[in-house]
């Protein structure tokens, strides 16, 4: 079921949306056959970052700006409406005022409109890609994308290593702040995840969360729950957080020296680690470490397969893919599949109905995507998407038997032939 401030299509919003389950809101999987391959169709594009679907038939792309950073110059972006199979452009937007350069998002509200956080700005623009109007937001920062809650309202929150990090409240039809910002207790890298009008922010050391309270009409910081996952370890900070209903996921050890591959960027000598936080309990928490290697690092969320209770770990930095069970007799996550050496460092797509799993793998000093089956880990399908970088952004399923790869300068669908 699609959150209700989501556009009622199989992927509204980055990670198909706010609880960041990576899976699409209908539809059914790949259902990749013996005799079956994969294939691509690929086009260049400008520091492409996602792709979201809207009404049946219609694919939108984000792209932005990166070279006029490297001199300190402001930076734009763009939305296109792109034909699903050729992938070439059909509408293109003006080029979106943004500042401060970031991989953004784009999300199709319920109301119908395309909304843009790119830099320090938010964007609204119809699905004709017109733009229709523009927020600067407060800080001199690039804002790590959005959320869109179920009553409607945008939350977005600048990206902030050594100072508090805030957050900032849109009014969706006015484009108007809905009440001054709110400044969390620390620094924040990862972007946001919600559940309802519940709001999720991962820390430089500790997560937490804040209500929308409609009476006071404002966010309000939940005393009763938060979490210190750094506390006396040498981990640095964690990447965006999965919400299962039941449980928070993330990983950490997130700082890393990505340049065009998480291969070998890990700062921190210790290894990462999943961490699971109860939703309803912060001191009820696990940490098992992902592979025990040196260096662990990685820029994304984990996966979590509610069906199957599989969640799906990396160490991108080390190549290495770890499954484990949860929910087991024993209480415990248990070790149940890993695949190594193994470039996986993107955000990722599952199908329920198939346990189909799509991961990148960064190998041969190319990017190539694959299909696993998230059970077993056995291999279903292979193909060489063309991109030089290791993606680490925001795939998207497809109106078909297919999906779209972005990895910065690529854009790839890849379908099922």
Same mark, same amino acid.
């Given at each position: 079921m699609t959150p209700s401030g989501y556009f009622a299509s199989p992927w509204p919003g980055e990670d198909g949306g706010p609880e960041r389950l990576q899976t699409p809101r209908e539809g059914t999987g790949l259902a990749l056959r013996k005799g079956e391959s994969l294939a691509c169709t690929t086009r260049n594009t400008l520091m492409s970052t996602m792709t979201v679907l809207g009404a049946p038939g219609e694919v939108y792309l984000l792209t932005h700006s990166a070279l006029r950073a490297k001199v300190g110059l402001p930076t734009t972006a763009c939305v296109e409406l792109i034909d699903p199979h050729s992938l070439?452009?059909?509408?293109?937007?003006?080029? =979106?005022? !943004? !500042?401060?350069?970031?991989? &953004?998002?784009?999300?199709?509200?319920?109301?119908? #409109? =395309? @909304?843009?956080? @790119?830099?320090?700005?938010?964007?609204?623009?119809?699905?004709?890609?017109?733009?229709?109007?523009? =927020?600067?937001?407060?800080?001199?920062?690039?804002?790590?994308?959005?959320?869109?809650?179920?009553?409607?309202?945008?939350?977005? /929150?600048? +990206?902030?290593?050594?100072?508090?990090?805030?957050?900032?409240?849109?009014?969706?039809?006015?484009?108007?702040?809905?009440?001054?910002?709110?400044?969390?207790?620390?620094?924040?890298?990862?972007? +946001?995840?919600?559940?309802?009008?519940?709001?999720?922010?991962? !820390?430089?050391?500790?997560?937490?969360? *804040?209500?929308?309270?409609? #009476?006071?009409?404002?966010?309000?910081? #939940?005393?009763?729950?938060? +979490?210190? *996952?750094?506390?006396?370890?040498?981990?640095?900070?964690?990447?965006?957080?999965? +919400?299962?209903? /039941?449980?928070?996921?993330?990983?950490?050890? &997130?700082?890393?020296?990505?340049?065009? /591959?998480?291969? &070998?960027? !890990?700062?921190?000598?210790?290894?990462?680690?999943?961490?699971?936080?109860?939703?309803?309990?912060?001191?009820?928490?696990?940490?098992?470490?992902?592979?025990?290697?040196? &260096?662990?690092?990685?820029?994304?969320?984990?996966?979590?397969? =509610?069906?199957?209770?599989?969640?799906v770990g990396y160490d991108s930095a080390n190549r290495h893919v770890q499954a484990w069970r949860f929910n087991t007799p024993s209480g415990t996550l248990e070790p149940l599949w890993q695949k190594s050496p193994f470039g996986c460092a993107s955000h990722m797509i599952l199908y329920p109905d198939t346990g189909e799993l799509v991961v990148n793998d960064y190998r041969h000093h190319g990017e190539e995507v694959v299909v696993l089956n998230i059970e077993s880990g056995e291999e279903l399908g292979r193909v060489r998407s063309g991109g030089l970088t290791q993606g680490v952004v925001f795939p998207s399923v497809g109106w078909g038997r297919d999906f779209y790869w972005s990895s910065m300068g690529r854009l790839a669908r890849v379908y099922v032939q």
């Open positions: 070439k452009t059909l509408r293109r937007s003006p080029r =979106l005022a !943004g !500042g401060p350069m970031w991989p &953004g998002g784009m999300a199709i509200h319920r109301n119908s #409109d =395309l @909304y843009v956080v @790119y830099g320090r700005y938010v964007h609204r623009l119809n699905r004709q890609c017109e733009l229709l109007g523009s =927020l600067k937001l407060a800080v001199q920062a690039p804002y790590n994308s959005f959320v869109i809650l179920d009553n409607g309202l945008i939350v977005t /929150k600048n +990206l902030s290593d050594n100072q508090p990090a805030r957050l900032s409240v849109v009014d969706a039809q006015t484009l108007t702040l809905a009440c001054p910002d709110t400044e969390c207790p620390e620094p924040s890298i990862a972007r +946001l995840s919600s559940s309802g009008n519940t709001v999720y922010v991962v !820390g430089v050391r500790s997560i937490f969360r *804040y209500h929308w309270n409609d #009476d006071r009409q404002r966010l309000v910081f #939940d005393t009763s729950w938060q +979490l210190d *996952y750094v506390g006396s370890t040498a981990q640095t900070y964690g990447w965006d957080v999965v +919400l299962d209903s /039941k449980n928070a996921w993330f990983m950490d050890n &997130g700082k890393h020296r990505y340049f065009h /591959k998480m291969i &070998g960027a !890990g700062v921190s000598p210790t290894p990462n680690r999943l961490i699971r936080v109860s939703l309803t309990n912060s001191s009820d928490h696990e940490a098992p470490e992902v592979c025990g290697a040196r &260096g662990g690092s990685i820029t994304n969320p984990p996966l979590v397969d =509610l069906k199957r209770q599989i969640v």
